[in-house]
């Protein structure tokens, strides 16, 4: 494993998601998952307080419960850097994502609180907004999230699915109140560019190197979505339709060209490719079979050499609009 710093944290280089845990994939399974991460060196854990709502007989906290579960019994608490999310589990009538509790004062200090309760922990260590609430005001989030940290209920704070643009703006009006500033960035991102015509609704995508740059060197940025949910390999999955452009194939025939060179899977590519980027990112790690997890480890020790990570860079920057 390497490490990173994420401000005041040291970080493992990969952080291994736990959305399918305890609903999609079984206790005994996520176990052996979370085990096997922190044994070969993972330590930076991502969970959210609507993992699955979305799957029958769940209410949001299932994966959650698990890893409160995961913790009590490995006794590790203070070994793994725990990051949750709120903002983003249905919080009245009407269609997800519209009814989304949002972002509000209230809001965040109550949820914050119960997803403690499930993890079974006093502190999170790192809380993120999981979308951007446009209803409430920028300041009000802001000071919200000051007063989780205040309160010591987390040691550090971040934001998920938030244009870039409105980040930094945040970060700005924490600085100049004195308040604490998100210190990590989550957005959906992966080798292969979306069309500039996608449209992922609520999900933001990260749109590449201007905006790593814009968001400035002390934030550490997140990846989901990296492997496209196994697109890249897996024969059975087609590649999703916002990826899907004239461009890809050209992106896709130089990621096969540096996995042949390097004796790398193409998954492992895209995981070395952020990783050596500069600003580099850290992948958030989806996986549901120790095999599929082993893999995204080993990519941690793989190097891309200057000349592949230009020509990667190259290569997907050739975005065709949707004819
Ligand atoms: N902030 C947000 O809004 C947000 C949104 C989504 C996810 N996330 C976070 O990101 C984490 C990762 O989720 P993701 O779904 O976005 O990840 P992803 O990388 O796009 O896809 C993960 C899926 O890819 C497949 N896969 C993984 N390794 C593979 C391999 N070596 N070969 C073939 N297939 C492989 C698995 O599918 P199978 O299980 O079908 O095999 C796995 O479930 C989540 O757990 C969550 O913590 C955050």
């Not at 029958?56 to 990051?83: I, T």
């Not at 922990?121 to 999230?145: I, K, Q, S």
């Not at 990590?184 to 201007?210: E, N």
Request: charged fraction near 20%.
């Amino acid at each position: 494993m390497r490490y990173r710093t994420m401000g005041t944290r040291r970080v493992s280089a990969l952080c291994l998601g736990t959305l399918p845990f305890g609903t999609v994939v079984d206790e005994a399974t996520a176990f052996a998952l979370l085990d096997r991460f922190t044994e070969r060196g993972g330590t930076f854990v991502d969970t959210a307080n609507c993992y699955c709502f979305w799957q029958p007989g769940s209410d949001g906290g299932d994966s959650e419960r698990l890893l409160g579960r995961w913790l009590a019994s490995r006794g590790n608490r203070d070994g793994v850097v725990l990051a949750s999310k709120v903002g983003a589990l249905p919080g009245g009538p009407g269609e997800w994502p519209a009814n989304r509790e949002g972002l509000s004062r209230p809001v965040v200090g109550a949820a914050v609180r119960r997803s403690l309760e499930r993890l079974g922990t006093d502190r999170l260590d790192l809380l993120y907004g999981h979308v951007d609430d446009p209803a409430t005001p920028l300041e009000e989030t802001v000071a919200a999230f000051a007063e989780a940290v205040a309160d010591g209920l987390a040691e550090q704070i971040g934001m998920s699915n938030q244009r870039v643009e409105r980040f930094t703006r945040s970060r700005d009006l924490a600085r100049r109140a004195g308040l604490p500033q998100y210190a990590a960035l989550q957005q959906r991102h992966s080798y292969l560019t979306p069309a500039p015509d996608a449209d992922f609704d609520y999900q933001v995508s990260l749109d590449g190197p201007a905006d790593t740059a814009a968001v400035g060197p002390e934030v550490t940025v997140l990846a989901y979505g990296a492997l496209l949910n196994g697109a890249y390999t897996d024969p059975a999955k087609p590649l999703p339709a916002e990826y899907d452009h004239a461009g890809s194939p050209r992106a896709l025939a130089e990621l096969r060209a540096v996995a042949r060179e390097t004796g790398a899977t193409a998954n492992q590519v895209v995981y070395a490719w952020m990783l050596g980027g500069s600003p580099a990112v850290l992948p958030l790690v989806g996986v549901s079979r120790l095999g599929q997890l082993d893999e995204a480890l080993d990519a941690v020790d793989l190097d891309l050499t200057a000349d592949q990570l230009a020509r990667l860079d190259a290569a997907r920057t050739t975005v065709a609009v949707h004819p």
